[in-house]
């Protein structure tokens, strides 16, 4: 489902190498399944997600979805995949705090569906995927009016609007406390399980790894199983 062979990530500073990140990583994940990617800050995990979620491009390697070259494509190809095939869950959130909950959720489905016919029907799976998440009750308030892990569950039903075939998740429950954190992996394990999506998780907490089917550390610029 998503192959990448052999990824560095090289920084420059004035044109000279300053940091290398990323030295060889080779990662396969096939459909359906959830991987967990754990090491300490600083060891590249946020690099390495957004190098497979085409945020960031490679020094060098591949990044294959689905047969496809993500980094051989122009940049309109590679913005409808983000769009539509991959979604995103950071640890900080990033609501706009002028839209509400529901417009929130909305925004990534919007641009790919701009019609108002679409809209009609788009508002009515964002409001029933709240609702599955527990926050019917919240559609119209704003973010300032949310607790941490009310705002990661908007994160992460933003993310899943779309129907990705991917979900790639930076350290979601890096700001909440313990018990947030695990219903948080929770609701990503079961939304995995339910639509047979795939899933990559990065984290420097291995507790939250128990719900993988594989584990990875990223280690000296490579991934070790």
Known sequence: ??????????YYNN???????LKG??????????????????AGKSTLLHILGGLD?????????????IYNLNDARLSEIRNKRIGFVFQFYYLLSEFTVLENVLIPALISHPSLSSRRLLQKEAAELLAKVGLSDRITHFPAQLSGGEKQRVAIVRGLINKPDLLLCDEPTGNLDSKCGEEIISLI????????MSVILVTHNIELTKVADRVYH???GVLVS
Do not use: C, W, Y
């Not at 044109?15 to 990140?21: A, H, R």
């Not at 491009?57 to 070259?69: A, S």
């Open 1 to 10: 489902m998503l192959e990448a062979k052999n990824i560095h990530k090289v």
């Open 15 to 21: 044109g000279k190498k300053s940091l290398t990140v």
């Open 25 to 42: 990583v080779d990662l396969n994940l096939e459909k359906g399944k959830f991987v967990a990617i754990v090491g300490p800050s600083g």
């Open 57 to 69: 491009n490679p020094t060098r390697g591949e990044v294959i979805l689905e047969e496809e070259d």
């Open 189 to 196: 394990k079961k939304t995995n399980l339910e639509n047979q």
């Open 218 to 220: 990223l280690k000296d």
